[in-house]
């Protein structure tokens, strides 16, 4: 007996020591320590009770809302129903697809969804409630996803590695499929649902064929039977060769008619094994990728042959508008809405065609997408990417929630002031019938899932945003500090700070004032402006920044490459004039020579300056704050985000210097004071980047 009290007191006291190393992410349920509002949400936590048809989703839903309250709580759950002082899910038809309302009814806290995701939902926005330790008395709650496809792309191969992934190796042990189930399966799937996630693309879009073979397909229905008890359906990414690589026909020409059989008869397959299969991803005729266009045919006869084999079985697929050809005089800004804006209105009714944000690549800042504003017939599904190939790898903090708000609250002008992105995607602009949104997923097998444990923040941020784009990225830090870090209100305030400004932060020490694409062809966290010969012409930096001793920037008005002429003439007139263009575009459109005044009083070359010096000043800044919050947060989290911060700086020196020295070969203009010179030369700036890039 002796010995179990002194087993179960050791357990204890090494739960207690054991630091938190980020694993629970935001969904940590530990006992709330505010007695009054504890006190408040007793009063309803004297039973569960569920509607009499139960679905897996429900069973999922009951016991996630026992766990949650348990935690928080710190009482147990009975399982009996009384009259009043529990809590109620029941289905409520006349409520919008997925949504739920939560109210206290008769002395009970009732949660309504039209069906079995809204009921899921409303359980994980009672339990955030909670969490942030919201008041419950009165509370009258309710919400709907703008948005009905809020999908990740993973971008994972199959023997394990992430293209752009910096978190560890994949989460999908292919191998161990399907007897093995790890159980990080299911905490990722739970962390999904509880931000409204309600589809994954499990495999990365430069796609393996062998996925869509039946030792594969075992394994991919294993994964969609576990997500699906989260709401979860599964969708892949295709090889569109399939039909040569694993038919052994002679050609995926898609107009052919035994590769449209071919592909019927594998829909019918993937079916057979995942009832409610998504449908395809697909990359076609983009950075090597096979396509319709080897064979003379369009991405919409590729598109819509796909969607005939799907079509019975109500799959969709979603088709990706990354294209750029390497063509030295053409300006790559422009090439996917040369090549889909034509196609607009031929594409199947169950294809959506998948735009990244921006035209370029997931840079750290980019003018939006002009496809958003020019393709009325054809629902547009918008990718952000999660993972920050562009934004510091997992070293850097870098808070997106700021990065996605300003793509999506951008004017399209498409039918009048106020067609934004976020109104575009979501159907409300032109009447969508079906519409979606996707974020390439940050996640890896690191303990803490995502790296850097300040980047699951941008996994949320995504969830919340694909939800409900109105949200402001403040109330999204909001909840996620409290639920993830602290709710000491010292503390809070200051975490959120650095949050907010992070990215303009990380745009100041890498990219300023519209530059673009200037990140080294091999370490796409760090610099190389000098790269002026790659395998393609658009794969250099040169062909971005286009810097000579008279000035710098891309010249996209009429006068240059014309991108600008892409966008409403609204859009054309806010970035047209480059004496009142947005600064944050300037170099995105036009080439500026570098004594030119700027509206911030400085000329060109001493703003540019500024910026990258200020860059590093604030990532200095950054860790002060961060020091400032040491007592209110875990301490193993505290010095894993010290540690990646004093890299952070590392690397914001990094781009300072190689951009400041490189640039002024061309400005040949002093650094302005108060700033000095930096210590190093361009010759060992090079060398550094060399180093990092050797094989
Ligand atoms: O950003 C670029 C990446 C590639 C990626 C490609 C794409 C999956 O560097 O790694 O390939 O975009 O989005 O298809």
């Known amino acids: 007996m002796l010995k179990k009290i002194l087993l179960v007191f050791l357990l204890f006291s090494f739960a207690d020591a054991r630091a938190d190393d980020g694993y629970r992410l935001w969904l940590k349920y530990d006992l709330l320590k505010n007695t009054a509002k504890k006190a408040e949400y007793k009063r309803f936590a004297g039973f569960i009770e569920i509607p009499t048809e139960k679905s897996l989703i429900i069973r ?31 289905r409520d038809k006349t409520l919008p697809e997925e949504g739920f309302r939560i109210e206290t009814k008769g002395g009970n806290l009732v949660i309504s969804g039209p069906d079995d995701r809204g009921i899921l939902y409303g359980v994980y926005a009672l339990l955030r409630h909670l969490q942030t330790e919201q008041p419950l008395t009165g509370i009258n709650l309710s919400s709907a996803p703008k948005i009905r496809l809020r999908m990740l792309n993973h971008w994972d191969n199959p023997l394990g590695t992430i293209e752009r992934g910096y978190a560890g190796a994949s989460l999908w042990k292919w191998y161990e499929l399907p007897e093995n189930l790890d159980p990080r ?24 064929a062998r996925f869509l073979t039946p030792e594969y397909l075992i394994k991919v229905k294993a994964l969609a039977d576990l997500f699906r008890t989260y709401g979860i359906q599964v969708y892949l990414s295709v090889n569109f060769a399939s039909p040569k690589i694993l038919g052994n026909l002679q050609t995926s020409d898609p107009l052919d008619p035994q590769v449209r059989q071919w592909w019927a008869a594998k829909a019918d397959e993937v079916y057979r094994y995942i009832p409610d299969f998504g449908g395809f991803l697909v990359k076609a005729n983009s950075e090597g990728e096979p396509g319709p266009q080897e064979y003379g045919r369009t991405h919409a006869d590729g598109a819509n042959m796909l969607a005939e084999a799907l079509r019975k079985h109500k799959g969709r697929v979603i088709w990706r508008a990354f294209v750029y050809s390497p063509d030295p005089h053409g300006d790559r800004y422009k ?29 750290p800042r980019e003018p939006f997408h002009p496809l958003f504003g020019a393709m009325p017939e054809t629902p547009l599904a918008l990718e952000f990417q999660i993972t920050q190939e562009y934004l510091g790898f997992s070293t850097n903090l870098v808070y997106q929630a700021s990065l996605y708000k300003e793509c999506l609250e951008s004017d399209t002008y498409a039918k009048g002031k106020g067609s934004t992105v976020a109104r575009v995607v979501d159907g409300s602009v032109h009447n969508y019938d079906f519409t979606a949104i996707a974020g390439v997923a940050n996640t890896g097998s690191d303990r803490n899932w995502t790296g850097h444990l300040m980047s699951q923040a941008n996994w949320y941020a995504f969830g919340r945003l694909a939800w409900d784009h109105t949200l402001s990225e403040e109330q999204i830090a909001d909840e996620w500090v409290k639920m993830t870090l602290t709710r000491d209100p010292n503390a809070v305030p200051v975490i959120k700070n650095i949050l907010l400004q992070s990215r303009e932060i990380y745009v100041d020490f890498t990219t300023p004032l519209g530059l673009h694409h200037i990140m080294g062809q091999g370490i796409h966290f760090g610099p190389e402006p000098w790269l002026t010969q790659s395998a393609r012409p658009d794969w250099t930096s040169i062909y971005y920044h286009r810097v000579d001793s008279t000035g710098i920037g891309f010249d996209r008005t009429a006068q240059g490459s014309n991108a600008l002429g892409l966008y409403r003439q609204e859009v054309q007139n806010n970035w047209n004039d480059p004496a009142s263009c947005d600064l944050k575009y300037l170099l995105w459109f036009h080439r500026v020579g570098w004594d030119k005044k700027l509206s911030t009083g400085n000329t060109l070359w001493d703003e ?17 704050e961060w020091n400032r919050v040491r007592k209110s947060v875990d301490s193993e989290i505290y010095e894993d985000v010290a540690g990646r911060l ?50």
Request: net charge positive.
């Open 60 to 90: 999922t839903a009951q016991s996630e809302l026992k766990r949650g309250l348990e935690g928080l709580l710190g009482n147990r759950i009975a399982g009996v129903a009384k009259k009043s002082g529990g809590i109620i899910l029941q």
């Open 335 to 363: 090439e996917a809405f040369n090549e889909f804006k034509p196609l607009d209105g031929l594409f199947a009714d169950n294809v959506v065609v998948q735009v990244k944000n921006g035209p370029i690549d997931f840079q």
């Open 608 to 624: 540019l300056c500024t910026r990258y010096y200020r860059g590093v000043e604030s990532v200095q800044w950054m860790q002060k």
């Open 185 to 208: 399966y299911l905490e990722y799937a739970r962390a999904n649902a509880s931000i409204g996630i309600n589809a994954v693309a499990l495999n990365n879009v430069n796609a393996s």
């Open 646 to 695: 004093a890299v952070q700086h590392r690397e914001a020196l990094n781009w300072r210097d190689a951009c400041v020295l490189y640039f002024q070969t061309f400005s040949k203009q002093p650094v302005p004071s108060p700033f000095k010179q930096p210590e190093r030369t361009l010759e060992e700036m090079k060398k550094l980047v060399a180093i990092y890039q050797l094989k």
